[in-house]
């Protein structure tokens, strides 16, 4: 797995670990041949500028801002907990703490661009600053509250239970289905 991460318009790394992990401060572009795959943990996200991947974009963490767009070849994931925790106990937890998801962990994501792959899915209790632009389906596995506008070019995908909250406009130019 390639990754190539770009500082300050100049080459940093041409080969990184599989993924990135706990307090990312990029001033520049992140782009990837590959899959990125980036866990902010406690300290959470910065990038000054977009995220593209030829393969997929996974992103975990509290606290993410990305001052650019992201565009992927494959899925974006964006998450507030980590792949390997059950969402039973995640929503389980969510409830007894009024809204947090998992030990307590909240989600909140800073967007300057749109998102744009092959579908987008947002699990956990996530919380956009700002408007949220997806170029195709939206699938989502938690609550999302979006303090703009919610576009959603394709479908928006729901499980029973999850919610959406809009302080904006929000446009779904598909069909919002629960399954």
Request: hydrophobic share 35%; proline share 1%; with cysteine.
């Amino acid at each position: 797995m390639v990754f190539v991460v770009l500082c300050n318009a100049q080459l940093v790394a041409d080969t990184l670990p599989p993924s990135l992990s706990n307090a990312i401060h990029v001033t520049d572009k992140v782009s990837a041949r590959g899959v990125i795959s980036l866990n902010g943990g406690a300290g959470g996200i910065f990038i000054g500028d977009k995220v593209s991947a030829s393969g997929s974009i996974d992103i975990t963490g509290g606290r993410i801002e990305i001052l650019g767009s992201m565009k992927a070849s494959g899925a974006i994931r964006i998450s507030s907990h980590g792949k390997g925790e059950e969402e039973r106990d995640a929503r389980k937890k969510s409830n007894m703490e009024g809204g947090y998801g998992r030990e307590g962990r909240k989600c909140v994501l800073n967007f300057g661009g749109k998102i744009e792959g092959s579908s987008l899915s947002i699990e956990g209790d996530v919380e956009v600053i700002g408007d949220l632009y997806s170029s195709r389906t939206l699938k989502l596995k938690g609550n999302l509250r979006v303090s703009g506008d919610l576009e959603v070019k394709g479908d928006l995908v729901m499980r029973k239970g999850d919610t959406v909250v809009v302080s904006g406009k929000r446009t779904v130019h598909g069909s919002i289905r629960e399954v």
